[in-house]
Structures are given as structure tokens and as C-alpha cells.
């Protein structure tokens, strides 16, 4: 079946802009992650959804990223008044899981951010 | 606080050696290590997953152990071919259900 996947592959902005980055997980998994990846580094974690709602959110860096899942399955990660250090690949996983369980991760390929 | 470090940071080996990537975490209350393969400019394909109770995943040319107790991983790729060059992420998930990822091992496998 279908992966996940990640809309779009790419995105360029200017400094200020408003950005949405979209994450489909595989169908049926009701866990969704967004991790953020710099270069060089590994992917650290953003946000958590459990259905609709954000179970963690405890990653995300300040108050211009927001998250949504509004129907507990497609999320978009949202960033106001996008800066030069919000450059990054933002990537998407989802699996089965439930709190407490230990269900593997599936990744999307990213989308990468560049802020100009 | 859950820390994951990967040593080396990269390698550079000829064509068919047997080779070993390492990961240790601080933290050893985990649910499960995941060591997954990350090609340049791509997204993270998960290579194997290892639950807290187990001790080792083989999956074709890759073995990888867990030593809880110790904070421990090891991904053993035997007769390394030039296709695996990639840089190689371990990620341990604990009770937060996130992953925690290190900063990964770039492996090149020249002919």
C-alpha cells in the first residue's frame, strides 16, 4: 500500500511568510509525528497526534509552529512569521500506535523548508 | 533526559568488509531501538526494529543487537557493498511514544 507522503517535496520563502507543510500517513495508522531535521543532525521531534488530538507537543521550538489533524488523518504543520533558522527538512512518520506501545515508525521523505 | 550517541560519526570502507555501527543511549527505560538508513536528500527507510525484550533483528546482511542493561546497539552489515553507502540513524522510543534520534553514522562503501 501507499506510504506516507509529504506535500510539498520542497518549499522556498521569504523571511515573514506563512508556511502549511502537509503530511498523509499510511491509511489506518493513528499515530502521526512531525520531527525536524537539520543538516547534519538527526531528526528531532516536534509534535505527536493520537487520533485528532496532539498528545505531546512538547518539541515544538516556540509559539509561530502549529500543528493540526483536524479529522485524524492528514496533518498540516503550520509556521507564522517563517525565520532564516527555520530551515530545515520536516519530516512525517505515522504508525499504529497507541500511548504506551512500541509500533514502528513510518517516514515520509520530507519536505524541505528554506527560508530566505 | 534521553541522549543517543553513534560512533563513528563516518566510515570509509572497501567493498566487501564486514562492518559495525554503534549506538548508545542514557536512558535504558525504552520500548524499542529502531535503526533506520537515510540516503542523501531522502527521508529515513526503517531498517530494523528491536523491542526492549529482545536481544537481536536480522534482516538479510543486517544483524542488529540490544543491550538494554547497557544502553547498547550495535548494526552489523556483512560484505558491504558499494549500494549501502548511506548515513545510518539509530532512534530509541521510550514511554513518550517519540523517537530520540542520534546524529548517525555516515558510511561510505567504495568498489
Known amino acids: 500500500g501507499a506510504g506516507v507522503s509529504q506535500t510539498p517535496s520542497n518549499k522556498v520563502t521569504e523571511k515573514g511568510k506563512y508556511v502549511e507543510l502537509r503530511c498523509d500517513p499510511i491509511?489506518?495508522?493513528?499515530?502521526l509525528y512531525w520531527y525536524r531535521q537539520s543538516l547534519g543532525q538527526g531528526p528531532e521531534f516536534l509534535i505527536y497526534?493520537?487520533?485528532?488530538?496532539?498528545?505531546?507537543d512538547s518539541g515544538l521550538p516556540n509559539d509561530r509552529f502549529f500543528a493540526v489533524r483536524p479529522e485524524g488523518s492528514v496533518s498540516t504543520l503550520k509556521i507564522q512569521r517563517t525565520e532564516r533558522g527555520d530551515s530545515a527538512v520536516y519530516l512525517c512518520?505515522?504508525?499504529?500506535?497507541?500511548?504506551?506501545?512500541?509500533?514502528?515508525?513510518?517516514f515520509g521523505p520530507g519536505t524541505r523548508l528554506t527560508v530566505t | 533526559k534521553q541522549e543517543v550517541t553513534q560512533i563513528p560519526a563516518a566510515l570509509s570502507v572497501p567493498e566487501g568488509e564486514n562492518l559495525v555501527l554503534n549506538c548508545s543511549f542514557t536512558?535504558?527505560?525504552?520500548?524499542?531501538l529502531q535503526w533506520f538508513r537515510q540516503d542523501p536528500g531522502k527521508g529515513l527507510t526503517s531498517l530494523l526494529l528491536?523491542?526492549?525484550?529482545?536481544r537481536e533483528q536480522t534482516s538479510g546482511r543486517l544483524n542488529a543487537s540490544l543491550d538494554k542493561s547497557s544502553g547498547r546497539s550495535t548494526l552489523y552489515i556483512a560484505a558491504s557493498q558499494p549500494g549501502d553507502s548511506a548515513t545510518y540513524l539509530c532512534?530509541?522510543?521510550?514511554?513518550?511514544?517519540?523517537?530520540?534520534f542520534g546524529t548517525g553514522t555516515r558510511l561510505q562503501v567504495f568498489p
Open positions: 528491536i523491542q526492549s525484550s529482545q
Open positions: 512518520a505515522s504508525s499504529l500506535g497507541f500511548p504506551g506501545s512500541s509500533y514502528e515508525q513510518y
Open positions: 497526534f493520537q487520533g485528532t488530538g496532539a498528545a505531546d
Open positions: 491509511s489506518g495508522h493513528t499515530a
Open positions: 532512534a530509541v522510543c521510550g514511554n513518550t511514544d517519540k523517537l530520540i
Open positions: 536512558d535504558s527505560a525504552i520500548y524499542n
